[in-house]
């Protein structure tokens, strides 16, 4: 079987992970490919800073790479909003992601956790701004609970730690927080690509059975 094709999409954390895994100490361990087997999955990155979930222009990316597991890190921007409703931000969320499935053929998308801040917010309060991180998350768990190509992602693992994880801004990881963020987000991309092997299988036996029952 070919490996899955992955592409890591969403705001600046995206490119900040790159940035980070692509340090001289970690390039011996294939650590941009996420320290994955090359026959296992292809790892590549689409991040663009200050992203929201309408203005990141995906669409070149998907066509040129053609993913089948997209693992999104998108929603923060839009919650650093006045008078947005988190829950249609998970609804948003959800929906590109039905849309990278429908149009692009997309077999798993993951939507990484919205993660709180430490600071750093411009439009709403720290407090405003946690805690519709929270009520996001929770219809984000929801909604994708009973849609088998969509798969929400906790993060859980990333928040214990008694080292400092965002830098001075309260926004952006530190060092310690990259090295979180990288193993959660591999152990994601371990799942999907679990899921979708699963799910090219089941096609494959379905299609299988339909030409019998033709023959038949």
Known sequence: MEPCRVLVLGHSFVWRLERYLNQEAYRTYNALNLSLKNEFAVVQ??????????????????????????????GTNDLDKVGVDPENVARDLCELGNIL??????????????????????????????????LCNKWLREYTEDNPDLMF?????????????FLHDGVHLTQEGNRRFYRSVRGAVIKAV????????????????????VLD
Request: a positive charge.
């Open 45 to 74: 990155y689409f991040g663009i800073g200050g992203a929201s979930i309408k203005s990141l222009r995906y669409a070149e990316v998907i066509r040129r790479f053609q993913p089948n597991i997209v693992h999104m890190e998108l």
């Open 101 to 134: 499935v429908r149009q692009y053929g997309v077999r798993v998308v993951v939507i990484g956790a919205i993660c709180i801040r430490d600071g750093g917010t411009r439009q709403v309060t720290l407090r405003h701004f946690n805690a519709h991180v929270h």
């Open 153 to 165: 992602w906790k993060h859980q693992k990333m928040w214990k730690s008694k080292q400092a994880l």
């Open 194 to 213: 679990e899921r979708c092997r699963l799910h090219l299988t089941s096609r494959s036996e379905s299609s299988s059975e339909s030409r019998h029952s």
